[in-house]
């Protein structure tokens, strides 16, 4: 069965960090760009930063850029997203998905394959 399976969230202070990993089973991740996404209650899920197959392209959305740091690991078969200097608006269900490309594509949703069930992230004193 293939299925991505995030964790790392929980609740943490502004200014914390945390990192969120995104492990596969039943495939390689090898072949595919990675994105992460979040949604907000009662927003639409947006997308977060983008990393290729191999790791040589990064890509980060505006709101994030400076403060969170894509990476992965092909042998662990695992994505991370660090994220420093969180803020409250950073508060949001996060998942990962794998793009139908080796190479980061843009956001939209119908360029990912493959989705994971989302880890909650709580930015809040």
């Known amino acids: 069965q293939l299925q991505l399976v995030e964790s790392g969230g929980g609740l943490v202070q502004p200014g914390g960090s945390l990192r969120l990993s995104c492990a596969a089973s039943g495939f390689t991740l090898d072949y595919y760009a990675i994105g992460w996404f979040r949604q907000a209650p009662g927003k639409e899920r947006e997308g977060v930063s983008c990393i290729s197959s191999a790791g040589l392209s990064t890509n980060y959305a505006d709101p994030v850029k400076g403060r969170f740091t894509i990476s992965r690991d092909n042998a662990k078969n695992t994505v991370y997203l660090q994220m420093n200097s969180l803020k409250p608006e950073d508060t949001a269900v996060y998942y990962c998905?794998?793009?139908?490309?080796?190479?980061?594509?843009?956001?939209?949703?119908?360029?990912?394959?493959?989705w994971g069930q989302g880890t909650q992230v709580t930015v809040s004193s």
């Open positions: 998905a794998a793009g139908s490309y080796s190479y980061c594509s843009g956001y939209g949703e119908h360029r990912y394959n493959y």
